[in-house]
């Protein structure tokens, strides 16, 4: 009996302690605190009007790409999958192209590669790279539910790694 009791308070402690942090991927920068972002402004699928308001209360990871940087055109693939394994309620992959070409050059560069799960965004005037500090592309931005900078990762990366998933899927619980 008193093992049982022993075991028990033992599951009861572990329950009660906040869960271990998972590591962020290399390259991924996290901030000690999260950072105020700007309110940036781009045109979604079919040219409506959308901020990064629109998403309050899910975790978003904003990629800034343009169909014409090659490391962008690679790691889309990844991020179409990462919106399909964890996209919903909680988690969006905001795809937010540079493309001065307008929607046009998005579609067709989805419909080449076969994105099924991301939604056409774009800022074809380029602000939001200024507005984000963005000096280069890809750039990825992780927000949390409340609009806030989480951390960034500048450059490519394989966004559906197991060990990327288990980050996000941490920040994201």
Known sequence: MKMLALALFGALLAAAQPAAAVEPPQNFAVHEAPQPLPDIRFQGNG?????????SGKVVLLNIWATWCAPCRKEMPTLDRLQAELGGPDFEVVALSMDRAGPEAVTKFFGEIGVKHLALNIDASSKTMFALGVFGLPTTLLIDRDGREIGRLVGPAEWDAPDMVEFLRSRIN
């Open 47 to 55: 040219g409506q009007p959308r901020t990064l308001a629109d998403f």
